[in-house]
């Protein structure tokens, strides 16, 4: 090799060895934290609702002591000081919050009898509670002006779905706007969002269906709304919702003890041929939440009923069809899961607030982890086995980086580095990235990143991200990790 070759080898090492620390990787090490949020009272925690405020710190609104609404701010990112605890409301009916934050970073609460607008980031003075009256299995969101727009159901005999649209944020200004949407909608939770016009998008149970009502306007009056009702009959208890790029739903729910991920492919659902996913290992699960990551692919918190335990689904493609999911048992050291709300941070970590019924508590969860599974780099390696430092541990995952997810080379991910391995990368030989954008997505037809790794050195496991070049390179980086397995 040239002077000048290896010189920008030794560079790119030493810039790599900066920019992965040992402060980062002491970061990326650190366990999932659990923390006990609120214990004050009986039967705290349930009907939870999270979402981080500017500065990545979970803010929960959360039912309590029967028919009480609290806020929890907490003061860091696990919740684990400084957390300032707030009864925000009261409510005759003990059936579901929902929480957006406004653009102060003011919280606004949708219960099941109301809604109230925080005057402080903690809710501790300043609320104003909106006159409208609101039912039950809530769900709320925002539209541009910062109006709350809240999806809910009226129970027996009515059984309807309604969308209440505030003309102003704080819902006082009596010209509020209420439609209805669809009839047999059953208390088991409502989910909204609002498509780019601001028309909003729904899901919710009946007794035929999961059903997707999309609104053609914004407050959905007129009676004119399109519903489609999927599945089979009685599907859709506890849906969560998320609007794709591309405008089209991505509905996780359950029926019986099956987890199903609905992906439309129209911002209508219809069509009869919407991608119906479900996924293995999910147990007998309920209370959903679902959330996007940056790619598209669905993360789901629920709780397994059969084994009581939280649990995450994390899947590594848009529709949830492929066989990458990851399941995690999340928490499971009694009977908890039951109302679980899901977001994730800036590093597409969960960020899971639960009810841990066996206590009676609001817990929360801050994964270390894109899995929750104590793989911080999310390359199929435990940090507990990237961290070993024994000479020979490198057979078992060892003397790796824990920021680094190139480093573990597995094309198979089978946690098992064999000739099957190495067979990957040669049927992959000259399958390049053409595309102009070499390495990144989106990728040239043919060419897969996983089969694709440039070398660092100078042990074997010191690779680095592709380059869109497969060739005989890639070959000898797979050879050199033979026998390394994480498995």
């Excluded at 000048?4 to 970061?27: C, N, Y």
């Excluded at 925002?142 to 505030?166: F, Q």
């Excluded at 949407?181 to 149970?205: C, H, M, Q, R, W």
């Amino acid at each position: 090799m040239p002077r000048t070759g290896l010189a920008l080898v030794v560079m790119a090492a030493t810039l790599v060895g900066f920019l992965l620390a040992p402060a980062d990787q002491a970061l990326a090490a650190a366990p999932d934290a659990i923390t006990t949020v609120d214990s004050n009272g009986f039967t705290v925690g349930s009907d939870t609702s999270v979402v981080l405020d500017a500065g990545g710190r979970p803010v929960i609104s959360y039912m309590a002591n029967f028919g009480h609404v609290r806020l929890a701010h907490c003061g860091d990112a696990a919740c684990s000081a400084g957390n300032a605890i707030t009864g925000a409301a009261t409510s005759s009916i003990d059936k579901g919050t929902s929480l957006a934050l406004d653009s102060a970073g003011n919280p606004v609460i949708a219960y099941s009898g109301g809604l109230v607008h925080c005057g402080d980031p903690n809710c501790s003075s300043g609320n104003v509670f909106g006159t409208a009256p609101i039912g039950e299995s809530v769900s709320l969101t925002l539209d541009a002006a910062g109006n709350p727009v809240v999806s809910y159901t009226l129970p027996e005999p009515v059984l309807e779905l309604r969308v209440l649209h505030c003309d102003d944020p704080k819902c006082t200004g009596g010209g509020d706007s209420t439609g209805t949407v669809g009839s047999a909608a059953e208390l088991f939770g409502t989910s909204i969002a609002l498509d780019g016009a601001g028309n909003p998008v729904v899901s919710y149970k009946t007794y035929s269906g999961v059903a997707i009502a999309h609104c053609n306007d914004a407050t959905c009056s007129g009676g004119d709304e399109s519903i489609s009702i999927l599945d089979v009959a009685d599907a859709g208890r506890h849906s969560s919702l998320e609007l794709d790029a591309a405008g089209n739903p991505v509905v996780a729910y359950t029926f019986n003890n099956v987890l199903r991920v609905l992906h439309c492919n129209d911002p209508d659902c219809m069509g009869g041929d919407e991608s119906f996913a479900s996924p293995t290992g999910a147990g007998y699960p309920d209370h959903t939440s679902l959330e996007l990551d940056a790619g598209g692919n669905p993360v789901v918190s629920y709780s397994d009923l059969s084994t009581v335990v939280l649990k995450l689904l994390r899947c590594d493609d848009p529709n949830c069809d492929g066989t990458g999911e990851v399941h995690t048992a999340v928490d499971s050291p009694g009977n908890v899961g039951p109302y679980t709300s899901l977001v994730l941070d800036a590093s597409e970590h969960p960020v899971i607030s639960y009810f841990d019924h066996g206590n009676d508590d609001l817990k929360l969860i801050h994964c270390a982890s894109p899995s929750c599974d104590g793989d911080g780099d999310d390359d199929g390696c435990s940090n507990s086995a990237e961290q070993q430092t024994a000479p020979g541990s490198e057979l078992s995952g060892g003397r790796r980086d824990l920021k680094n997810r190139y480093d573990y080379f597995n094309p198979t991910g089978d946690g098992q580095n064999r000739i099957d391995d190495v067979l990957a990368v040669v049927d992959a030989y000259f399958m390049d990235d053409t595309d102009g954008n070499p390495g990144l997505p989106p990728y040239a037809a043919g060419y897969n990143p996983d089969m694709d790794r440039t070398l660092l050195g100078p042990d074997a496991w010191d690779t680095w991200e592709p380059n869109g070049l497969q060739r005989v390179d890639d070959v000898l980086n797979a050879l050199k990790q033979y026998f390394h397995d994480c498995g």
